[in-house]
């Protein structure tokens, strides 16, 4: 079926570095990035009623419930910008939300071809949550190691102002670590058994890591159905 729309899923913990990953790739490649984190937050600034039902758990370091969340993402995929493919960061991120996302892409006619597991151990993924930063213009994530930057973000031409997300203290960012040990790491063995799963450290530098998801990426496009 050469010409169904294929799919990229990132897999990792909480600041393993999916978002960061996933912008470069979906550039490479001409398709949507869809974070579905960034989908709740852009509810979230918009004061949308299911803006504020997803804060509640957001705060907490907590999963939204899995119907919300489905319906979000399954409403984002049918968006005539997927029809050539799309990267999904953030979801799934559990069993439930893996099935619904094979039976709605059989359903529209898509698949997904490679998921990248980024594998970064804990005491890094704190240290690096605790000193990101994040565009409010572009979501562009940066790596600042103490103090807060005196500049803005400097990304292609764009000047917004940095800030820290609200999750990105240390609470809540263990208690996303702990929900992803129990409810998301369950997804490495369902899409190994799917032999899509390609595992990979996290912990070397961003552009090391991007060279072997090109490579990755290169091959999976002549392998599957
Ligand atoms: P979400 O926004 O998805 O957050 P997350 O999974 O907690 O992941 P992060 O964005 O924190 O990490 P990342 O892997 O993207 O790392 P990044 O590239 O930024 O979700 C937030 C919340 O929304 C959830 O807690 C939940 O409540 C809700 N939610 C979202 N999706 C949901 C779903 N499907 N179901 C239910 N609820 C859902 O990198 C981190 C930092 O490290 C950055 O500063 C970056 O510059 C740096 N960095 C990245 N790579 C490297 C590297 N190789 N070397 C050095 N530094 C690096
Ligand atoms: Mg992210």
Redesign the pocket.
Known sequence: MANKSRGIVFL??????????AVMVAKDLDVPHI????L?RDHLKRGTELGKL?QT??DK????P?DV?IGMVKERLGQPDCLNGFIL??????VP?AEALDAALAEMGKCISLVPY?RVRESMLME??T???TCKACGA???YEAQPPRTGCKKEHCDGDLYQRA?DNPETQKR?IE?YMKQTAPLITYYRQRGLLIELS?????DY?YRILQDAIAISKYCGE
């Open positions: 990792g913990a909480p600041g393993a570095g999916k978002g960061t990953q974070s579905s984190g960034d709740f997803a758990f957001m370091g907590e999963l939204v899995d969340t960061d953030g979801f799934p991120r559990t939300q980024l690096r949550l000193h990101r930063w994530v940066f790596p999750d996303r929900v996290g912990e070397h530098t961003i890591v």
